[in-house]
């Protein structure tokens, strides 16, 4: 049998990752519960033209409010739609109340056991929630069957398997063995529930650094299709360690999208007008940037002993 | 000390909280309501935020549900699946907080939509949590303004489940919670009955049950020993307006 050398890593280039794994008409999710919102992805899809996509996240949150705004999205797979600590998310409100958006609609708990299934590799899997509301009156893929051992009637969901998931994180090696700290959300079961994964992070860091601490690997590299590095790749939200969530942007984001000529505005200037993330860094600007920087604080270092 | 009706309802949420109680806390009155009760009443209360935080105590006030600075120096976090499984369906959570657009009579609250589902009125932001926290936790507090709206006579969708159509609708279901417990407004609080119908048990200083009936949308049940609720104590004021909210962002204007 012929020598292999060891394939080389997936790092690419923010365009050439989205362009390559991101169709018109794919499922995708964009993971991250308020924390690690992939907003540098979201801005490239849109920069790109993507259309026709369904859009699934718990939280369409600002992120898929600017993708509807853009044109992209034809169905939200959602649990709760809102601006986190403003109010209302005016473009996913608007564009549901005109008939312009298709919705599938769950609990946290039911799309969280959706995505648990499909990471798992099982058709649904059951909760024992939602059967108290009038959801499944709406959504008749919540369905009842019987427990087999209790004879109880028991809610399902079915798996939730994205042609693309989204996840961006603290940092990752070449080959994209995820570190992810803080809030963990969803973002493991949307890597081992998603057909394709594009993993963005604010460094790439040596192999030697992931190996230096496996406990922290959240996501094996050999889910991943592309590892893109993408400082500040969450503003508005945030990195944990890393930069603060801008919470006047979000308050900002109610005032603008009060009027749909400034929601284009914006987007001209801060999605279509730049190249990429770089660029939309550099327009922050240092001010922004040096107010949204935490104070370190380090946790106590691990002893995971070398046993020869 | 003068105070807001919103000190009050944080106050009288507070004084609901027994310690060590595991509280899943939202953002808002009730992150505020869970840290007084810490600081003042409860000392080892846990407190449980939905974005899978455990044991949090922050250092500012957090703004979303998600504040980073819920997790640094918290106990432990987890994922947002295991919140909703390993938490709330284990049913180790003992007090959940709701609020909510619309609240009948049996404490069902709406979050969902305003007129029909397929053609809203107003489209809301839906369950989240909302409904697992109201069908897991072992009681509910809800903490909502009253009025008309909120308080219609019956609601346009039913998210997070209260007795649904009295007690033994609930327990018909087998939701594993026992269900509301407390609905505090700014005009009073209100308890459930043994069906499981609302009745309210205290006003505020100052309101009068003739306000309180004007503001609910069906007639509301009274206790024969309606009581008045104890205005927030200066200690309560001091706790709320120097240490947890000290810029007024959920306290609202202060009048002194």
């Known amino acids: 049998m012929e020598k292999m050398e060891r394939q080389p890593g997936k790092v690419m280039d923010l365009y050439s990752a989205v362009s390559k794994f991101i169709n018109d008409g794919d499922a995708i999710y964009l993971a991250g519960f308020t924390h690690l919102i992939p907003f540098g992805v979201a801005h490239e899809i849109i920069r790109q033209g993507k259309k026709d996509l369904t859009l699934c996240r718990a939280t369409p949150d600002l992120i898929y409010d600017q993708m509807i705004y853009a044109g992209c999205a034809r169905k939200i797979i959602f649990s709760w739609s809102g601006n986190p600590g403003v109010g209302m998310l005016r473009g996913f409100r608007q564009y549901v109340e005109n008939g312009q958006l298709e919705i599938e609609e769950y609990t946290h708990f039911g799309l969280a056991t959706r995505l648990l299934a499909g990471a798992h590799g099982m058709n649904f899997y059951p909760l024992n929630s939602i059967h108290g509301s009038d959801l499944p009156k709406?959504?008749?893929?919540?369905?009842?069957?019987?427990?087999?051992?209790?004879?109880?009637?028991?809610?399902?969901?079915?798996?939730?398997?994205?042609?693309?998931?989204?996840?961006?994180?603290?940092?990752?090696?070449?080959?994209?063995?995820?570190?992810?700290?803080?809030?963990?959300?969803?973002?493991?079961?949307?890597?081992?529930?998603?057909?394709?994964?594009?993993?963005?992070?604010?460094?790439?860091?040596?192999?030697?650094?992931?190996?230096?601490?496996?406990?922290?690997?959240?996501?094996?590299?050999?889910?991943?299709?592309?590892?893109?590095?993408?400082?500040?790749?969450?503003?508005?939200?945030?990195?944990?360690?890393?930069?603060?969530?801008?919470?006047?942007?979000?308050?900002?984001?109610?005032?603008?999208?009060?009027?749909?000529?400034?929601?284009?505005?914006?987007?001209?200037?801060?999605?279509?007008?730049?190249?990429?993330?770089?660029?939309?860094?550099?327009?922050?600007?240092?001010?922004?940037?040096?107010?949204?920087?935490?104070?370190?604080?380090?946790?106590?270092?691990?002893?995971?002993?070398?046993?020869? | 000390m003068s105070y807001t009706s919103n000190e009050t309802m944080v106050a009288v949420a507070a004084r609901a909280l027994n310690n060590h109680e595991k509280v899943f806390v939202g953002i808002g009155l009730p992150n505020l309501a869970a840290n007084l009760a810490r600081k003042l009443y409860a000392p080892n209360v846990i407190l449980i935020y939905e974005a899978g935080v455990i044991g949090a105590e922050p250092l500012r006030l957090p703004i979303s549900i998600g504040d980073?600075?819920?997790?640094?120096?918290?106990?432990?976090?987890?994922?947002?699946?295991?919140?909703?499984?390993?938490?709330?369906?284990?049913?180790?959570?003992?007090?959940?907080?709701?609020?909510?657009?619309?609240?009948?009579?049996?404490?069902?609250?709406?979050?969902?939509?305003?007129?029909?589902?397929?053609?809203?009125?107003?489209?809301?932001?839906?369950?989240?949590?909302?409904c697992e926290i109201a069908t897991f936790a072992k009681k509910i507090i809800t903490i909502i303004p009253h009025n008309l709206k909120h308080f219609p006579a019956e609601v346009d969708f039913i998210t997070s489940p209260g007795f649904l159509g009295g007690r033994k609708e609930r327990q018909a279901l087998k939701l594993p919670g026992n269900g509301p417990e407390k609905v505090i407004t700014n005009l009073g609080v209100m308890e459930f009955d043994a069906d499981g119908e609302m009745i309210l048990t205290h006003i505020h200083p100052g309101v009068s049950v003739e306000k309180v009936k004007e503001n609910t949308g069906w007639d509301l049940k009274i206790a024969s020993e309606l009581e008045e609720t104890s205005p927030p104590t200066d200690e309560e004021l001091k706790v709320l307006r120097e240490e947890l909210d000290p810029d007024g962002v959920y306290l609202g204007r202060r009048k002194d």
């Open chain 2, 68 to 130: 980073p600075c819920l997790v640094t120096g918290s106990l432990a976090v987890c994922s947002f699946h295991n919140i909703f499984a390993n938490y709330l369906q284990r049913g180790l959570i003992d007090v959940g907080f709701l609020g909510g657009a619309q609240i009948d009579r049996f404490g069902n609250l709406n979050t969902t939509v305003i007129g029909d589902y397929y053609n809203p009125k107003v489209r809301l932001g839906g369950s989240g949590g909302g």
């Open chain 1, 138 to 308: 709406y959504n008749t893929l919540i369905k009842t069957i019987k427990c087999p051992y209790s004879g109880d009637d028991v809610t399902v969901v079915p798996a939730l398997n994205p042609d693309v998931g989204v996840v961006h994180a603290q940092r990752a090696d070449r080959e994209g063995n995820v570190h992810l700290w803080g809030i963990v959300g969803e973002q493991q079961e949307v890597a081992f529930a998603s057909k394709k994964l594009i993993v963005t992070v604010e460094e790439i860091v040596d192999e030697s650094v992931i190996r230096s601490d496996p406990s922290r690997t959240f996501i094996p590299g050999f889910l991943v299709d592309a590892v893109v590095e993408l400082p500040w790749g969450a503003h508005p939200s945030y990195a944990q360690g890393y930069y603060d969530r801008d919470n006047a942007f979000y308050i900002e984001w109610d005032s603008i999208t009060k009027d749909e000529a400034d929601v284009k505005v914006w987007l001209d200037e801060w999605v279509f007008g730049l190249e990429g993330r770089n660029e939309y860094v550099k327009k922050l600007g240092s001010e922004k940037i040096l107010k949204l920087l935490p104070k370190n604080m380090f946790s106590y270092p691990v002893n995971y002993g070398i046993y020869l």
